[in-house]
T-cell receptor, first 112, second 115 residues
Framework: AQSVSQHNHHVILSEAASLELGCNYS??????LFWYVQYPGQHLQLLLK??????LVKGIKGFEAEFIKSKFSFNLRKPSVQWSDTAEYFC??????????FGKGNQVVVIP | DTAVSQTPKYLVTQMGNDKSIKCEQN?????MYWYKQDSKKFLKIMFS???????INETVPNRFSPKSPDKAHLNLHINSLELGDSAVYFC??????????????FGNGTRLTVT
């Protein structure tokens, strides 16, 4: 079964700073990759997804992620964060068993 | 028009009680899930149903019993609640159990507090 690791669980940064959240997965086969965001007190929402094709994926709200197959990574980036980006971010991987495995999340706090 | 709706949003109850959480989706999806999010925000799948058939049943105490009367509904019944059951429970749905590229759509969650 696939597993997902997210590092730096707590990230604090100022507005306009750049954000990068790491995501590594363990699964040798074809995967589908997702980033979800959970704003305070809300449910999870899909930020972006990768199925195939261009490994650089653009999502909503200025986020992008890059799939690097050789590194089993799918890191999330945003060049300039806003206070409203304060949230929990979850990387998720779906492998051959069609189960969606989530990482433990990154808690991001953006200071105005 | 909420796509995946759960009720109630908050549930506070005492140990030993039996409670249910309801979930309905109007997206036309055929696969529904229950996830548990603990105090550390870790999300763990509990159950998944495809067209009313149980397809994923993780290591969950048998006090938890999902019921899917039709593919648009997946309810979760919990017997003899324990303190450790306190968490946020998320319902989700997706299209096609075999469709690996179908993202999950989540409900707003039910915050269960057992006292």
């Amino acid at each position: 079964a696939q597993s997902v690791s997210q590092h730096n669980h707590h990230v604090i940064l100022s507005e306009a700073a750049s954000l990068e959240l790491g995501c590594n997965y363990s699964y040798g086969g074809t995967v589908n990759l997702f980033w979800y965001v959970q704003y305070p007190g809300q449910h999870l929402q899909l930020l972006l997804k990768y199925f195939s094709g261009d490994p650089l994926v653009k999502g909503i709200k200025g986020f992008e992620a890059e799939f690097i197959k050789s590194k089993f990574s799918f890191n999330l980036r945003k060049p300039s964060v806003q206070w409203s980006d304060t949230a929990e971010y979850f990387c998720a991987v779906k492998g051959g068993n069609n189960r969606l495995a989530f990482g433990k999340g990154n808690q991001v706090v953006v200071i105005p | 028009d909420t796509a995946v709706s759960q009720t109630p949003k908050y549930l506070v109850t005492q140990m030993g009680n039996d409670k249910s959480i309801k979930c309905e989706q109007n997206l036309g999806h055929d696969t529904m899930y229950w996830y548990k999010q603990d105090s550390k925000k870790f999300l763990k799948i509990m159950f998944s149903y495809n067209n009313k058939e149980l397809i994923i049943n993780e290591t969950v105490p048998n006090r938890f019993s999902p019921k899917s009367p039709d593919k648009a509904h997946l309810n979760l019944h919990i017997n003899s609640l324990e303190l450790g059951d306190s968490a946020v429970y998320f319902c989700a749905s997706s299209l096609g159990q075999g469709a690996r590229n179908s993202p999950l759509h989540f409900g707003n969650g039910t915050r269960l507090t057992v006292t």
